[in-house]
């Protein structure tokens, strides 16, 4: 019997022949995340899916591949944008899509989620216990197991902050095959080294996510969605830090220029509201009271009248706000298709004009269009690189993303602020993350990894796990 058809022999044994997959056809949607162009997936003739359905199954997966140096790829619902579920050596592929079970503890405030719970089914059950998950951190269909394993952002994080916000208690099953349980339903907790703190941004490369403990919050009584145009997009950024120093904190201050809003308008059928203006601020208010949002959607419309801001278009029923929102959610989906890469840079948020000039320079020097859209209110840009624009040169694309990186570093920015690094950023690292910071990184990869053997190459990287 060969190696492979060993590994498969005894990962039924431990979850079952049904939940073990080794035809390559069935194996096909796993071997991807979302930048299908920027990184080769080992070919599934030489990988094995698995999917547990307890910590206990994973435990034993888990001992038996580090006992045997097996590398293991887990898996959420694939949606990351940098390659980091992406299988790139041979294996075992853990994918967590079973572990969806979902409890409300109505009186803690707090969701028990399985790692396979999608973001969807999240938000959807919480609603309909009349509570709220605050943040909006990727993809309907990503997985809890992903979205705390990325420690995801999202556009509301400028008033409720980032997936680690959320996060009361992590279940975790170590490479050994232990079961680590973090934190809990607790609001403090300041017991010795925050472990579950480490495991959030992990990437899976340091203990496979079973189950977290997320924090919810009354639901808010009322929202309204508002665009302010502007002819000048450094008008529409200056507006920011007088908004945020005014008071008044949005859920979302979202960036978009008039190409990615049509674009993304065009394909859904629909048509960008705003007939004039070169560059858009989507601003979304929430509050206990319809009255308060009224009054915080004057305030901030005066506030962007002060620095040039046309007309703004406010929408305060559900269907108004979600055609605007839908636009704004599709622009990455609109673009895919046409993408060569779409980064992540994240700068002190004042600086956000500078990097969007800096990014307008390089794409002079290149001779192609950048466009941009990203969470304004937190410094975190989206730029997106065309095929079109880089079709035959894949020197060209890697020396303007580095370029723009090189800009990023300059303002004191970094390469990722809310997708992570995966294996498609790693390269690029030494411009952000290199000596005793790296020496630590490596170190605690091999506390909690000493065979090597969770989601290798991402995150540091073979560049920087070679680098001494
Ligand atoms: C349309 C769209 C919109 C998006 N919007 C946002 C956004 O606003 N903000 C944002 O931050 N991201 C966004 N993303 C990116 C993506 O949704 C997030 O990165 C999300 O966290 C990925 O979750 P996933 O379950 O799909 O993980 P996967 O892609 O399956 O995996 C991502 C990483 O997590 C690891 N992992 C997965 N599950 C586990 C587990 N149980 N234990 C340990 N490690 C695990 C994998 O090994 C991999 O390294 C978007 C993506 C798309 C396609």
Redesign the pocket.
């Known amino acids: 019997m060969g190696e492979r058809a060993l590994l498969v022999e005894r990962l039924m044994e431990i979850a079952g022949a049904d939940r073990v997959v080794s035809d390559r056809d069935l194996m096909q949607s796993y071997l991807l ?2 930048t299908s162009t920027l990184i080769s997936p080992q070919p599934a003739a030489d990988l094995v899916l698995v999917k547990p359905e307890s910590a206990q199954e994973v435990s034993r997966v888990l001992a038996f591949a580090n006992s045997e140096r097996v590398p293991v ?13 992406v299988p790139t050596r041979n294996g075992i592929i ?1 994918s ?1 899509e079973r ?1 969806n079970d979902l409890r409300i503890d109505r009186e803690n405030l707090m969701a028990v989620a399985g ?2 719970v ?2 969807g089914e999240l938000v959807e059950r919480v609603q309909g216990e009349g509570l709220f998950f605050p943040p ?4 309907d ?15 509301r994080a400028v008033k409720y902050g ?2 680690r916000n959320y996060v009361k208690g992590i279940e ?1 099953v170590l490479p050994s095959g232990e079961v680590l349980r973090l934190g809990g339903a607790l609001l403090k907790d300041n017991t010795g080294y925050s472990l579950m703190h480490l ?1 959030m941004g ?9 189950e977290a403990t997320l924090r919810l919050f009354p639901a808010p009584a009322a929202t309204a969605t508002m665009v302010i145009p502007y002819m000048d997009r450094h008008a529409a950024l200056n507006t920011v830090p007088e908004l945020l120093r005014s008071g008044i904190t949005p859920l979302a201050i979202e960036y978009l220029d008039r190409r990615s809003a049509e674009t993304s308008a065009a394909f859904l059928g629909t048509e960008w509201p705003c007939k004039t203006g070169e560059a858009f601020l989507m601003i979304i208010v929430d509050s206990m009271s319809q009255d308060e949002v009224n009054r915080t959607c004057q305030e901030i419309a005066r506030i962007g009248d002060n620095h040039g801001g046309l007309e703004p278009l406010i929408g305060q029923t559900k269907k108004e706000q979600e055609k605007v929102l839908r636009i704004r ?2 622009v ?2 609109s673009l ?1 298709n046409g993408l060569a890469d779409a980064l ?1 840079i994240s700068v002190p948020p004042a600086s956000l004009g500078k990097l969007m000039d800096a990014i307008d320079r390089v794409a002079d020097r290149f001779a192609v269009e950048i466009p941009m859209c990203g ?1 304004a209110g937190d410094g975190n840009l989206h730029p997106a690189l065309l095929k079109e624009s880089f079709a035959g040169s894949e020197e060209d694309l890697k020396r303007a993303k580095r370029a723009i990186y090189e800009e990023a570093a300059r303002l004191g920015g970094v390469m990722t ?4 690094l ?2 498609v950023r790693p390269p690029d690292l030494g411009l952000f993350l290199n000596g005793k910071r790296v020496e630590l990184m490596r170190a605690i990869k091999r506390v909690f990894d000493p065979e090597g053997i ?2 290798p190459g ?2 540091i990287g073979e560049h920087c796990e070679n680098s001494d």
């Open positions: 995340d979302e790829f887990p898996r959420g619902g694939g949606t990351g944008l940098c390659g980091g579920a853990l967590l572990m790692a396979g999608t973001l909006h951190p990727g993809d269909t990503a997985q809890i197991g992903g979205l705390v394993a990325c420690n995801a952002g999202g556009s980032v997936m975790a495991l992990s990437e899976g490369t340091l203990a496979v996510i079973t959610s599709n990455y989906t895919k992540d969470h602020g809310e997708h992570g995966g294996k969770l989601n991402c995150v």
